[in-house]
């Protein structure tokens, strides 16, 4: 099983120079990092953890900058964002960015997708709540326009673009209706939710892992009657505290990569919690 480490980077903790170069090092499989563009003070958005929103997420580095220098300091070291509020951003800035980092990187980016959950951050970006799923969705398939190996135009319910020449292109090539880099969608458990999966990802990021014996056969149903095909789809547990029952558990399930937390650190506690998890590569 791969292992792979997602920390909430901060201008207060381990940089990601030293960070990726550790991870590469010492054998683990990915950096992955969350987005948040900024935490406005007067919310009502409540944690969804529960108790004080934490210090950090206020203080995110901007998460295709600090792959960037993670990416230019490696070689192996697999990169993904967990992840990108793609309502959030111009998607045409967005394609752009996330084609070069995988052009750059030779094809190690993994885009992972979510919706979010602070009400008055979207609010923000002009995000409508109730329909940022399917902005999402949009900005998603105009995306994949630009993507596209032969100048494609769009046009959708919240945006369009013309045939365009826009390079470079992602990497990895289309399978089935995805293109683009990995593209693993994050959220709890739904109908909603595993048909956009279906639709437009190569599979599922669930935050804690909970819950995956009952929802998987779910998953596999909804990838089934899409056509997926089966052997594709991919269920990456996110920001896990792992255990060695916990990382059986999902190998038994045929999970084949686990994404564990890091603390929002300086190096020296940072570097000590990869210790920690040695005993997992």
Do not use: C
Not at 5 to 32: N, W
Not at 211 to 231: I, K, T, Y
């Amino acid at each position: 099983m791969r292992i792979a480490v997602t920390i909430f980077l901060t201008d207060e903790t381990i940089t990601p120079v030293r960070l990726a170069r550790e991870l590469e090092a010492r054998g683990f499989a990915g950096l992955y990092l969350p987005e948040h563009t900024h935490i406005p003070v007067e919310r009502t958005t409540p944690y969804p953890a529960g108790g004080d929103l934490p210090r950090e997420y206020g203080r995110t580095l901007d998460p295709f900058v600090a792959l960037g220098q993670a990416a230019a300091v490696t070689e192996r070291l697999g990169l993904g964002t967990g992840i990108t509020l793609v309502a959030q951003h111009d998607p045409i800035d967005l394609a752009k960015q996330i084609a070069t980092l995988d052009h750059l990187s030779g094809g190690r980016f993994t885009l992972g997708v979510g919706f979010g959950w602070n009400v008055e951050e979207a609010a923000d970006h002009r995000v409508a709540w109730r329909t940022r799923r399917e902005l999402s969705r949009d900005r998603m398939a105009l995306m994949r326009a630009l993507w596209a190996d032969e100048p494609t135009a769009y046009e959708g319910e919240f945006g369009s673009v013309r045939a365009s020449s826009a390079y470079p292109k992602p990497v990895q090539k289309p399978r089935g209706p995805v293109a683009g880099p990995r593209t693993l969608i994050g959220g709890a458990a739904g109908p909603k939710l595993f048909a956009h999966i279906a639709e437009y990802a190569d599979g599922w990021m669930p935050i804690g892992g909970r819950g995956l014996s009952e929802s998987m056969p779910v998953l596999r149903g909804v990838w089934a009657d899409a056509g997926r095909d089966a052997a594709a789809l991919q269920v990456v547990p996110y920001a896990v505290f792992p255990t060695p029952g916990k990382l059986a558990h999902y190998a038994e399930l045929g999970i084949e990569e686990v994404v564990v937390q890091l603390p929002p650190a300086g190096e020296a506690e940072v570097l000590g919690a990869l210790d920690g998890y040695a005993e997992y590569l």
